[in-house]
């Protein structure tokens, strides 16, 4: 017979006791579960590794030359992408050595440097060492934020292990070296390597490389230029920690511990290159609405023909500009397919970022005129027929001559090569104003112009890039020109996302007529009547035309040769007079300083119909001189009849 329990506690007791403790594991199970759950609530989800190349980047464009030389950069300088396998294996190893022995090891995450963290920083009653891989660090600078939390630290090292499924060890380590902070402005090891030590990642000695893994640990701390004697402090550390993990031998340490580190000077850039690079970015964003995290950014500019012309220009503004009342100058070289040489926005760009080339809007005064005669011919007119320079009234407007008088009879090639307003303003009207401004979009101007008589002599605002553009179509034989200052865009890892394209020109005027405009535009250079004689250009055929606004506020010299087509503008700001300066005065003088620059070393080219130009046929000067003389007999005979005096029998 079994024996009876000592002491049994009744059945609805023991039910009720089993209840609590079940209730409690529960509860306690369950505020477990809740706080491991919202350890990872609101975790971000893992960018693709596409983003994870452009995520948290602040926009940046590097501006290169057409041989690839840095002459300027807007925001961070992020370099070019480096992949791990193009470095000495000791680039990447150092890094490897600073900040995570076990890199190639660990699944994202290591436990054991956690754990040996944990014990240091009990033991010291502090924080004195830290346990995140180089894939938390990417997570934490390119996912998450530097919150220093239990929350933010669980979701760090749940994503470093989902980052390791993605990509392999060499991708990730790449990432870091492109993405990695190194103080300065400076991202990633390519615009580190070229910063400090003018020479591509690719090219870094081991005493280097170790100084470039002291950075990231304290990048504002360790400045290379500011702290050199503290990095290369840091960088014995690294060097002892690559020989015990066998990535270097004791003689190369020694080696780079002696080596002597020169750091170069903080590159500098062209301050007035400020005009370019804005116009250049201003474009970039229009070519592309949604930017990159990075752009490297080929611009069209000569270098060496935009610092020379810089420095002419305003030596010479210098020195004869302030005398003249002027105290502005832009300019602008464009070749004959429409890349622009070179662009001088102003005097000074530290002082005053305004770009007189892309954004003033001036008279161009007589400058516009060879748009008046363009429509003229293909209305019909030919450059020999012949006009009356004589008083015209056209809806109580009465355009004069500068410096008055009038000469009757002339040639419309001499009435542009003299800047004769009167028989502009007459064509005018012969084609018409809303003819004029039709043709001059058609060449590429695109500034609002209203119809009125005026607009003959130039008296409607435009700036200087829409009036060489403009010019351009000439100095081609009719194709029109479409300037351009960007010849490639890439993002940092070397993808084309523009590259210009070859096209055929389209066609704005017919080749015969641009031969007879450049013949007559010739004139105004190389004719002893014309009013753009200072403008000429050693050994080479020059046709412009000048220009100058009411009351000499602006005075301008456009003009081409078969090479290049070109403008410089003189005035002011405020739009106040100079001391009569006119298109042919200061204006052409520079033109011509400009051109000789960029025509150095070239041989000569035959520009389109000019030299028909430089001469009038001998019919043509008989009836001018028979017009002109026939003009002069009836004036005197009107006069004398007015005066009461008879006719000589």
């Known amino acids: 017979m079994p024996r009876p329990p000592i002491f049994t506690l009744p059945t609805t007791v023991r039910g009720w006791i089993i209840l609590v403790v079940l209730g409690v594991l529960l509860a306690v199970g369950g505020f477990a579960f809740y706080k491991w759950q919202s350890l990872y609530f609101g975790m971000p989800k893992l960018p693709d590794t596409a983003e994870l190349w452009e995520t948290h980047r602040e926009p940046a464009m590097e501006f290169v030359d057409r041989d690839g030389n840095t002459v300027a950069v807007r925001g961070p300088r992020y370099g070019r992408a480096t992949n791990v396998a193009a470095l000495p294996a000791y680039v990447p190893q150092a890094f490897i050595a600073a900040e995570d022995k076990r890199f190639y090891e660990h699944d994202g995450a290591d436990d054991a440097a956690i754990a040996r963290a944990a014990f240091s920083n009990l033991r010291a009653g502090e924080t004195v060492s830290g346990a995140s891989t180089i894939t938390q660090q990417l997570i934490k600078n390119l996912v998450l934020d530097n919150r220093q939390t239990l929350k933010r630290k669980a979701q760090e090292m749940k994503l470093a292990r989902e980052l390791e499924k993605q990509l392999s060890k060499d991708e990730i380590l790449s990432l870091y070296l492109n993405r990695v902070y190194f103080g300065a402005g400076l991202y990633g090891i390519d615009a580190a390597a070229r910063n400090y030590f003018g020479k591509p990642p690719e090219k870094l000695e081991i005493q280097e490389a170790a100084l470039l893994a002291t950075l990231p640990k304290a990048p504002?701390?360790?400045?290379?230029?500011?702290?050199?004697?503290?990095?290369?402090?840091?960088?014995?550390?690294?060097?002892s920690e690559m020989v015990d993990q066998g990535f270097i031998t004791k003689e190369q340490a020694n080696v780079a511990r002696e080596a002597d580190v020169k750091?170069?000077?903080a590159p500098t850039y062209d301050t007035q290159m400020g005009y370019v690079i804005d116009a250049s970015a201003e474009r970039v964003k229009a070519m592309l609405p949604k930017l990159p995290g990075d752009l490297v950014v080929t611009v069209?500019?000569?270098?060496?023909?935009?610092?020379?012309?810089?420095?002419l220009l305003i030596a010479r503004m210098a020195k004869d500009g302030k005398a003249q009342g002027a105290s502005q100058v832009g300019a602008l070289v464009m070749g004959k397919d429409g890349r622009v040489i070179a662009m001088v926005g102003?005097?000074?760009?530290?002082?005053?970022e305004f770009n007189r080339v892309t954004q003033a809007k001036r008279q161009p005064g007589s400058s516009f005129k060879p748009f008046v005669y363009a429509a003229a011919l293909e209305d019909g007119f030919s450059p020999y027929d012949v006009m009356v320079d004589k008083p015209v009234t056209i809806d109580k407007w009465q355009p004069t001559n500068y410096g008055g008088g009038y000469l009757g009879p002339m040639t419309l090639s001499e009435a542009l090569a003299r800047?004769?307003?009167?028989?502009?303003a007459q064509l005018a009207q012969e084609s018409s104003e809303e003819r004029v401004i039709a043709l001059a979009k058609r060449f590429g101007m695109t500034s609002d112009m209203e119809p009125f008589p005026s607009i003959a002599l130039g008296s409607q605002a435009v700036t200087m890039w829409e009036l060489?553009?403009?010019?351009?179509?000439?100095?081609?034989?009719?194709?029109?020109?479409?300037?351009?200052l960007i010849d490639k865009i890439e993002d940092s890892r070397g993808m084309v996302l523009y590259q210009r394209p070859e096209y055929e020109r389209e066609r704005v005027y017919p080749y015969d007529l641009a031969e007879d405009m450049n013949a007559m535009m010739a004139r105004?250079?190389?004719?002893?009547?014309?009013?753009?004689?200072?403008?000429?250009?050693?050994?080479?055929?020059?046709?412009?035309?000048?220009?100058?606004?009411?009351?000499?506020?602006?005075?301008?010299?456009?003009?081409?040769?078969?090479?290049?087509?070109?403008?410089?503008?003189?005035?002011?700001?405020?739009?106040?007079?100079?001391?009569?300066?006119?298109?042919?005065?200061?204006?052409?003088?520079?033109?011509?300083?400009?051109m000789e620059v960029v025509h150095e070393g070239?041989?000569?080219?035959?520009?389109?119909?000019?030299?028909?130009?430089?001469?009038?046929?001998?019919?043509?000067?008989?009836?001018?001189?028979?017009?002109?003389g026939l003009s002069q007999a009836f004036s005197v005979a009107a006069a004398n009849r007015a005066a009461g005096v008879s006719a000589p029998q």
Not at 228 to 235: P, W
């Open 263 to 265: 750091i170069i000077d």
């Open 468 to 484: 060489v553009r403009a010019f351009g179509a000439f100095e081609s034989g009719g194709l029109r020109m479409d300037p351009y």
């Open 300 to 311: 069209s500019i000569d270098t060496k023909m935009q610092e020379a012309i810089e420095k």
């Open 524 to 594: 105004v250079v190389n004719a002893p009547i014309g009013t753009g004689g200072r403008a000429r250009v050693k050994n080479w055929t020059v046709a412009g035309k000048t220009g100058t606004s009411q009351d000499w506020r602006d005075a301008w010299f456009v003009g081409f040769t078969a090479a290049y087509v070109g403008a410089v503008w003189v005035g002011n700001d405020d739009d106040s007079p100079m001391k009569r300066v006119t298109g042919g005065g200061l204006p052409a003088d520079l033109w011509s300083d400009m």
């Open 220 to 239: 504002s701390k360790l400045n290379l230029r500011e702290n050199l004697a503290g990095a290369r402090e840091r960088q014995l550390y690294v060097l």
């Open 419 to 424: 800047s004769t307003n009167t028989v502009a």
């Open 602 to 628: 070239k041989p000569p080219e035959s520009l389109i119909g000019a030299e028909s130009g430089m001469v009038i046929s001998e019919a043509a000067e008989q009836r001018i001189s028979f017009y002109r």
């Open 346 to 352: 102003g005097t000074d760009y530290a002082t005053s």
